[in-house]
């Protein structure tokens, strides 16, 4: 057998589930790091066994197969997605998103239709964590390290904070699945699931020293980069974070963000 190949985004948060290609597991797969921009497409082509992708791809056909197990799921603690507005929510009428926001800019349509009846334009900008956006924008919504960064730092005189993830909990009692594992690879499902779920545990395993790395390379409080990876996220696709899964797919297609209900479950082995 060929040695797998994994695809993902360079997101901080994925970390957990993916150094242990850098750091002694490197014999389980081959990783190669990519943009949420064209991760699906490199995936669809056949240029790896398995990607993690944001949910909202999954559920707009990404994959054959759901793999359970690892996954990143957002918690309600500041840092994950965060929404930084000039104005009451009900009043917003222009957006800033990052063009690598595909299950962030999903869930927050669905949050702000649902809870205040707004439908604001959302509009992409490559440079969003750059430049000032407040001359063009109602407000902008933020991820990333630049979440990371907002969530540690003072207010803003004339700007509120919203917990993208905590109003989406407070919508559907159900946790927010970001990101997931997906599969075309039928005859290696028991191969891949098992090298995922040792990369996650090796991962887990390895927290604090990843908090450690991560301020370094951020120039930031080992402290905040381990509550961060600790209190915004967790990194398991378990009961509850599939019916997250099932309540993101009703309301994006509600909301025409998605097409079909499509659930093609790998049972757990």
Same mark, same amino acid.
């Given at each position: 057998? !060929? $040695?797998?190949?994994?695809?993902?985004?360079?997101?901080?948060?994925?970390?957990?589930?993916?150094?242990?290609? =850098?750091?002694?597991?490197?014999?389980?797969?081959?990783?190669?790091?990519? &943009?949420?921009?064209?991760?699906?497409? =490199?995936?669809?082509?056949?240029?790896?066994?398995?990607?993690? *992708?944001? =949910?909202?791809?999954?559920? %707009?056909?990404?994959?054959?197969?759901?793999? $359970?197990?690892?996954?990143?799921?957002?918690?309600?603690?500041?840092?994950?997605? #965060?929404?930084?507005?000039?104005? $009451?929510?009900?009043?917003?009428?222009?957006?800033?998103?990052?063009?690598?926001?595909?299950?962030? *800019?999903?869930?927050?349509?669905?949050?702000?239709?649902?809870?205040?009846?707004?439908?604001?334009?959302?509009?992409?900008?490559?440079?969003?964590?750059?430049?000032?956006?407040?001359?063009?924008?109602?407000?902008?919504?933020?991820?990333?390290?630049?979440?990371?960064?907002?969530?540690?730092?003072?207010?803003?005189?004339?700007?509120?904070?919203?917990?993208?993830?905590?109003?989406?909990? !407070?919508?559907?009692?159900?946790?927010?699945?970001? &990101? #997931?594992?997906?599969?075309?690879?039928? $005859?290696?499902?028991?191969?891949? %699931?098992?090298?995922?779920?040792?990369?996650?545990?090796?991962?887990?395993?390895?927290?604090?020293?990843?908090?450690?790395?991560?301020?370094?390379?951020?120039?930031?409080?080992?402290?905040?980069?381990?509550?961060?990876?600790? %209190?915004?996220? !967790?990194?398991?696709?378990?009961?509850?974070?599939?019916?997250?899964?099932?309540?993101? =797919?009703?309301?994006?297609?509600?909301?025409?963000?998605?097409?079909? &209900?499509?659930?093609?479950?790998?049972?757990?082995?």
């Amino acid at each position: 057998m !060929s $040695p797998l190949r994994f695809g993902a985004a360079d997101f901080i948060a994925n970390r957990p589930l993916l150094c242990g290609l =850098s750091n002694g597991h490197a014999d389980l797969a081959r990783l190669t790091y990519e &943009s949420q921009a064209t991760l699906v497409d =490199s995936f669809e082509r056949g240029r790896y066994d398995a990607a993690l *992708v944001p =949910s909202i791809e999954y559920l %707009r056909g990404a994959g054959r197969f759901l793999l $359970p197990g690892p996954a990143l799921v957002g918690r309600s603690a500041p840092g994950g997605i #965060v929404l930084v507005s000039q104005k $009451p929510l009900e009043e917003v009428q222009r957006i800033a998103v990052g063009e690598c926001c595909r299950t962030p *800019v999903a869930v927050l349509r669905i949050v702000l239709a649902e809870q205040q009846h707004v439908f604001p334009d959302l509009m992409v900008e490559k440079r969003l964590n750059e430049d000032d956006w407040r001359d063009r924008y109602d407000a902008a919504l933020i991820t990333g390290v630049a979440a990371l960064r907002e969530a540690v730092a003072p207010g803003t005189e004339g700007l509120t904070r919203f917990n993208v993830t905590e109003m989406w909990k !407070s919508l559907t009692k159900t946790p927010l699945v970001h &990101s #997931v594992w997906v599969t075309d690879e039928e $005859p290696r499902l028991e191969e891949i %699931r098992t090298a995922l779920a040792s990369l996650s545990a090796y991962g887990l395993e390895r927290l604090a020293s990843l908090a450690e790395e991560i301020a370094v390379s951020l120039s930031m409080d080992a402290m905040a980069a381990y509550d961060y990876l600790t %209190r915004s996220w !967790s990194y398991e696709l378990g009961a509850a974070e599939m019916d997250g899964l099932r309540e993101l =797919s009703d309301f994006a297609r509600k909301y025409d963000l998605v097409r079909t &209900s499509r659930f093609a479950v790998i049972p757990a082995v």
